[in-house]
């Protein structure tokens, strides 16, 4: 299941006098597995069945601007919510664009390994 979560909308002018939105969510990628413990494999019995969830975090960006919509979709950026917040934040303070998440993403990624 994906999670898209709104973070936050930004108005821009645009050098040539156009307005553009810019709208930031955060993604959510939620896996569930079911996991067995080895006596119930062995024995073929689903009593002790429990499921795990495993969550991935990404970012969508959409913009809008004279009535098209653009947009880039980077989930799984990591297993760990607090630093694609982070890189989510620097984003919207940035006014990052569509045409240059996958960049910056790609950039982050190689900083953050």
Known sequence: MRV???????EVLT????????RYYLIQDIRSRM?????????NV????????????????VKT????????CLPGLSDRLEPVERLLKQMIYGLV?????AAIADDWIAMET
């Open 15 to 22: 050098e040539q006098g156009k307005r553009m939105e810019l």
């Open 35 to 43: 996991k067995f413990g080895w006596r119930q494999m062995r024995m």
């Open 65 to 72: 601007e004279s009535g098209q919509e653009e947009q880039e």
């Open 4 to 10: 898209n979560t709104l973070y936050s909308t930004k």
């Open 97 to 101: 664009t569509p045409t240059t998440a």
């Open 46 to 61: 689903g009593e002790n069945e429990q499921t795990e969830e495993r969550i991935t975090y990404g970012i969508r960006i």
